[in-house]
């Protein structure tokens, strides 16, 4: 389309008002740029996703000084050490995965909800008067003939569209990605045969209740207790099947406690997950489209990666789409960002796929394995 009848003209359109897109839109607005953030949601995630944030993103948080990680850091709970039971018994415990980090003061998880990262972001958007704009799909992305311009249709809530141009285009809509297929851009990879559990709860229990993450090594199940902010606990348990209740889930939590009794006072958030290794096959469209976070790359949640990977690809990208806007840079500094990021994302890939088989295959061989690796950020 050579001329398209153009509603809106924007430096940035960020698909996608995730962790990422919210990051993505904070930083480059803060920076003076003009952004359109777009979600299909009514809102930021108010339950459950991912728990943690590790030492390399509370760093590049940290160096903002924009007061958000100030505000996050005393609302999250300090971890940074794995102990594993077997069959009831303390096997083994670690807490030296930190000290190869260099230049980060905190060296330790902060556990904290992936809904308070959300929220703070949202917020700061919203104090930029550069709020998200949220029931708003894209429906349709093309480029100028010259591909210096990107152009999405946008679909609003009330049947209205409009056709938004854009100097870049941050596609940060999730694993399933319109930007990317509509882009036709590859998701290599597979997803194994491993369905996991994921329960945020309340629980009055026997067991010692310390700020560390237990992995519970029986003959039944893999179960990991993740500690959290507040009263609340995360399990995940590694299911026989994708079709299983929460009740299911809850007697392999006991079984794997024993002879420890758990009851649950309340549950805040249950779901399930399968696992998936993927990554896009580009994350650099014409020096135009940049796909992060899960749109270019997810894989499992095992070394609590996701959330930290994705923001860290929005602090690679902003600075690097402020300067070529600027005129600063050529597009060598664009391609850098997926010169950059691919390495980290198959690290990522290939460190939680090893924990995750860890759990599955050699279970009592490789002690601590669920959440206890974190060498990939040194990557970062
Ligand atoms: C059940 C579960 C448990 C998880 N647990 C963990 C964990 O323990 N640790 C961890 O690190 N990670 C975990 N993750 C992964 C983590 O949640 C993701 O890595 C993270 O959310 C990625 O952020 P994102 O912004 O890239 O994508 P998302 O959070 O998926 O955000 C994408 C956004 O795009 C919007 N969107 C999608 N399509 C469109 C469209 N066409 N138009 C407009 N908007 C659109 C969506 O509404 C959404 O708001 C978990 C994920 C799941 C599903």
């Not at 929220?119 to 104090?127: A, S």
């Not at 026997?206 to 902010?229: G, Y």
């Amino acid at each position: 389309m050579s001329s398209p009848a153009v509603s809106g003209t924007v430096d940035i359109l960020v698909v996608g008002a995730g962790p990422v897109g919210l990051l993505s839109s904070f930083l480059t607005t803060n920076l003076g740029l003009k952004v359109l953030a777009i979600d299909k949601s009514d809102g930021p995630l108010k339950l459950g996703r991912a728990d943690a944030m590790n030492a390399r993103t509370l760093q590049l948080l940290q160096t903002l000084q924009s007061g958000i990680f100030d505000e996050l850091y005393p609302q999250g709970l300090i971890c940074n050490t794995s102990s594993t039971f077997k069959d009831g018994q303390f096997a083994s415990r670690q807490s030296k995965w930190w000290e190869a980090l260099a230049g980060c003061e905190h060296r330790h998880f902060l556990m904290l909800g992936q809904p308070y990262v959300e929220d703070i972001l949202d917020r700061r958007l919203q104090e930029l008067e550069n709020p998200v704009q949220r029931h708003t799909t894209v429906t349709r992305i093309w480029t100028s003939s010259d591909d210096t311009a990107v152009f999405a249709t946008l679909l609003h809530n009330d049947g209205e569209e409009e056709i938004i141009q854009a100097k870049y285009l941050i596609g940060a809509d999730g694993s399933h990605s319109f930007v990317r297929k509509a882009l036709d851009i590859a998701f290599e990879g597979e997803g194994i045969d491993m369905t996991w559990a994921v329960i945020d709860c309340e629980t009055e229990t026997t067991f010692p209740n310390v700020p560390e993450i237990i992995n519970f090594q029986v003959e039944t199940s893999d179960v990991a207790r993740i500690p959290r902010e507040g009263k609340i606990n995360r399990y995940y348990v590694h299911m026989d099947s994708r079709d299983f209740t929460t009740e299911d889930a809850i007697a392999k939590i006991e079984r794997a406690l024993q002879p420890h009794p758990i009851k649950f006072t309340r549950i805040e958030w249950a779901s399930q997950f399968t696992v998936q290794e993927r990554i896009a096959k580009q994350f650099v469209w014409k020096n135009r489209v940049f796909l992060a976070g899960d749109a270019g790359h997810v894989h499992s949640v095992n070394g609590g990666q996701g959330l930290n990977t994705g923001l860290m690809d929005a602090f690679n990208l902003s600075w690097k789409i402020y300067l070529h806007a600027q005129g600063l840079a050529n597009d060598m500094i664009l391609q850098s960002y997926e010169q950059e990021r691919r390495p980290v994302a198959q690290t990522v890939i290939e460190t939680a796929g090893k924990l995750v088989r860890a759990t599955k295959y050699a279970r009592g061989l490789a002690p601590g394995t669920f959440f206890a690796d974190s060498s990939t950020e040194c990557r970062d």
